[in-house]
């Protein structure tokens, strides 16, 4: 029995130790690509200013390529999230809010992603994380998710790039109005 918790200690200490490494190394990487270019910033590098080994980095990721991934999937997830709880599903407008003041106040990551040619992956993959929180299938469902999830993203892309000088609140507005014109669209096709 007294074995069991302490290897039921060890396991979450090992968990908060990786999980303190990676935040680390997540900051640190945010940090050198402030003065650098993505290419440029070499593991060993990042490591050292991370404050962490070698080891550290290759117990918890592959490549720096990883890395990225990890910042990109918590603000996917952060705001796909979102999309289970009862006040989104009734109320698309309030998710656009949210999503464009998620990207509002993680402005200076989402530039860097931009800077290192990364936010386009980015914002691709939102589509099948919005798919996969909603309950319904089919290709006709997946490409609708797609188009207007991209059109969404393009939306946002365009008004990160020009200096996000509309509020969070327009931006709602005009991706709400974007989706019932094309609701409209498609009843009329049909």
């Avoid at 640190?28 to 650098?36: G, N, S």
């Avoid at 603000?75 to 999309?83: A, V, Y």
């Avoid at 509020?167 to 094309?182: F, K």
């Amino acid at each position: 029995m007294a074995d069991n918790r302490i290897n039921s200690i060890r396991h979450l200490s090992n968990n908060e130790a990786n999980r303190i490494t990676r935040e680390s190394i997540c900051t640190a990487f945010l940090e050198l690509l402030q003065a650098k270019e993505f290419k440029e910033i070499s593991i060993s590098e990042l490591v050292r200013r991370a404050g962490v080994s070698r080891q550290s980095f290759y117990r918890n990721y592959k490549t720096k390529e990883d890395v990225i991934f990890e910042i990109e999937n918590t603000i996917t997830i952060n705001l796909t999230d979102k999309m289970k709880e009862p006040e989104y599903i009734n109320n698309p407008r309030k998710w656009f809010l949210d999503y464009f003041s998620i990207i509002r106040k993680n402005n200076s990551v989402v530039s860097l992603m931009q800077k290192a040619d990364l936010f386009v992956d980015f914002l691709a993959k939102i589509p099948f994380y919005v798919e996969s929180q909603v309950n319904s299938s089919g290709t006709e469902f997946h490409y609708n998710i797609v188009g207007s999830m991209g059109a969404v993203h393009a939306i946002a892309m365009d008004w990160f790039i020009n200096g996000m000088k509309e509020t969070d609140t327009e931006m709602a507005d005009i991706c709400m109005n974007y989706v019932i014109l094309t609701k409209k669209s498609l009843k009329h096709d049909q």
